[in-house]
């Protein structure tokens, strides 16, 4: 390998795909956690219904060393995932996971979004500092989202436990708004917002869901997580999600997620309402969807050895030391 390379950054083309599968496999070989990254069809799928906007790291004779996405759950998701980024073994160190990064923001601004968020690996900090740089801020800690059979080449790997997650949000546009959160949560909230320079009104309610509660699930059984979003917070809240619990009893899961809608003013009861169910603070995403800022709640159920989660500064330190607090509270009152 040359002393230094400059691979061409570029958008995806569809003629690529082939070439970016074969990436993921020396990064990761079959370890990657999302079966999308292997699956050509279901690539060119997303990719033309604009769902992922890839960037990619691209050698003169087509060979592709690196790769990073915003990438949209669905058309109701306004601030998307930043993520999927991987670089070659044989190409580290020159720089291409920044100037793909680089070239996302750049697609981000193009796009009108009002901002982005990623999930950075705690097993090292080197994510996590290449998101500090663009001035991103942590919002949140997922813990155990990954298994340990998760194998990223050339990196420290560790055996014994589920890898977690530290959140991150970079903001573009922002639309300042009203946010329902329990009282006790929200000088939390007031904090992260100024660190990010949102406007946010935090209220805390005591109105109660109206109607029927619309939950719409994803299993990942890949990694054994499931994910709830709710889109309405009904009266039936508590028993829905209870049912969608007892559902997912034979799939020996190790997390289930629940996005919470948190600029309806049912939130703040809702919360509280679903840690009778072991649900607690996961993270904060603002900008999620066109309702608003949502709030994903966890409920783990595998041990974390929450000692091999590594944060990159203070304020990551901060987060992770609020979320594994609520995990302890939230335990100890089940």
């Not at 060119?44 to 219904?49: A, G, R, S, Y």
Request: with cysteine.
């Amino acid at each position: 390998m040359p002393n230094t390379i400059s691979p061409e950054i570029a958008l995806l083309e569809l003629r690529d795909i082939p070439r970016l599968i074969d990436c993921v496999r020396r990064c990761y070989g079959d370890s990657y956690p999302n079966p999308l990254m292997y699956d050509a069809t279901q690539l060119q799928e997303v990719i033309e219904n604009k769902l992922m906007h890839s960037v990619i790291a691209r050698l003169d004779n087509g060979e592709i060393v690196g790769h990073c996405a915003l990438s949209f759950d669905d058309s109701q998701n306004t601030s998307p995932e930043a993520g999927k980024m991987l670089v070659d073994p044989e190409y580290r160190g020159h720089h291409i996971a920044e100037n793909m990064a680089k070239k996302r923001i750049d697609i981000a601004k193009e796009l009108g979004l009002p901002g982005f968020w990623t999930e950075c690996v705690t097993n090292h900090p080197y994510s996590q500092h290449e998101m500090i740089s663009f001035d991103a801020k942590e919002t949140g800690l997922l813990i155990g989202d990954i298994p340990s059979t998760l194998s990223m080449q050339g990196l420290d790997n560790f055996s014994d436990t589920r890898m977690s997650l530290l959140t991150f949000y970079l903001p573009l546009l922002d639309s300042p708004h009203a946010i329902f959160l329990p009282k006790q949560h929200a000088e939390h909230v007031k904090s992260l917002a100024q660190e990010l320079n949102l406007e946010r009104a935090i209220t805390s309610s005591d109105i109660k869901g109206s109607g029927e509660t619309i939950i719409n699930v994803a299993v990942n059984s890949s990694i054994q997580t499931a994910n709830m979003s709710i889109s309405h917070i009904g009266d039936d809240l508590i028993t829905s999600v209870a049912a969608e619990l007892q559902q997912f009893e034979s799939l020996n899961l190790a997390s289930v997620y629940l996005d919470l809608p948190i600029k309806q003013a049912a939130a703040a009861n809702a919360y509280l309402e679903l840690e009778s169910l072991g649900f607690f603070w996961g993270s904060w995403i603002p900008n999620y969807s066109v309702q608003g800022d949502i709030l994903r709640l966890q409920k783990i159920y595998q041990k974390v050895n929450v000692a091999e989660i590594i944060c990159a500064r203070e304020q990551g330190e901060k987060v992770k030391r609020f979320v594994v607090l609520e995990w302890a509270r939230v335990s100890k009152q089940k």
